[in-house]
């Protein structure tokens, strides 16, 4: 993506996310703490990008493309989405106008083997979202469906079939379809080619990016390998343990790389060219608890950099500007840098 950030239009604007579970304790069950998934969340979602997340497992990263959908109740913040009329507040919205919105927001999931019911058709699954948003007409919803099938490279004559007659692939492709059977602009890509052979992901991705460019789509692509992301991302946000510890332009963040966590996880890519290669940092142990986080910086107890402060003060973010473009980053070392 070329353009400043003057020139790009805001379509979700994130404001303080948080996504609390109560931790229930004793004979009444009462809340003795919280499983803090998403803590205090704030970026934006610029009209027609890419933007990739990513970290391991627990860090938090499908728990906040479902809150962004509101599939999951947030504790806190505001998920702010420009519609034509004005930007509304998606976590404040009543139900009649969440079901109204929820068509211009829709989800990919990442197993293609369970998100298809076994029992109904292709056509039986698909044509469920036309009827909820008004598409009474048999013809119609045939004529649609057909038309998506296409889309997605798949004979329309597919819609007749059962689940079990398809492979991984296929069945990704069908819930993409699904997906955008109503026409939506914002698509939460949750592990969408994780389950897929590495041939078939090839293919799904570039699918989803003829998709985007096809639909004027908006994709926020969640996913724990660095390759995909890099492939197929404007920007990247990178989450730990429930925050933001970077975010940057694709090309930004694997050339100038400032957090020692994102380091961590681009230095593990396998690389063919030998000499294009980092040097590997392990990482030691897994994510800690969200129930009973660290101190300071979350990441110190397997952060190779950390010093003292790290261990009492939690880093703030910090945005530097390199080339016209944001670089954010939150971690004492880059307090400094301008
Ligand atoms: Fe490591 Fe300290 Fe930076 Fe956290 S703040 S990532 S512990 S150097």
Known sequence: MAENKQE???????????????????????????????????????????????GESGCGKTTMGKSILRLIEPYGGQVLYSFPDG???IFSMPKKE?????????????????????????????????????????????????SLLQDVNLPPEYMERYPNEFSGGQRQRIGIARALSVDPEFVVCDEAVSALDVSIQAQVLKLLKELKEKKNLTYM?????????????????????????????????????????????????????????????????????????????????RCPKCTEICKTEIPQAKTIIRNGQEHMVCCHLAENLK
């Open 8 to 54: 790009k239009e805001v379509l979700i604007s994130i404001k303080g996310l948080k996504t609390y579970y109560p931790v229930k304790k004793g004979v009444f069950r009462r809340t003795a703490g919280y499983v803090k998934a998403i803590d205090d969340v704030s970026f934006d979602i610029y009209r027609g990008e890419i933007l990739g997340v990513v």
């Open 87 to 89: 930007r509304k507040d």
């Open 98 to 146: 969440l079901d109204a919105a929820r068509k211009k927001m829709q989800i990919v999931f990442q197993n293609p083997y369970s998100s298809l019911n076994p029992s109904f058709t292709i056509f039986g699954t698909m044509q469920e979202p036309l009827i909820r948003f008004g598409m009474k007409s048999k013809k119609e919803r045939k004529e649609k469906i057909a």
């Open 221 to 301: 692509f969640i996913t724990h390998d660095l390759s995909v992301v890099e492939y197929i991302s404007d920007r990247i946000v990178v989450m730990y343990l429930g925050h933001i510890v970077e975010m940057a332009e694709t090309q930004e963040l694997f050339e100038n790389t400032l957090h020692p966590y994102t380091e961590a996880l681009l230095s593990a890519i396998p690389v063919a060219d030998i000499d294009k290669r980092r040097k590997r940092i392990p990482l030691q142990g897994d994510v800690p608890s969200p129930v009973n986080p660290p101190s300071g910086c979350p990441f110190h107890p």
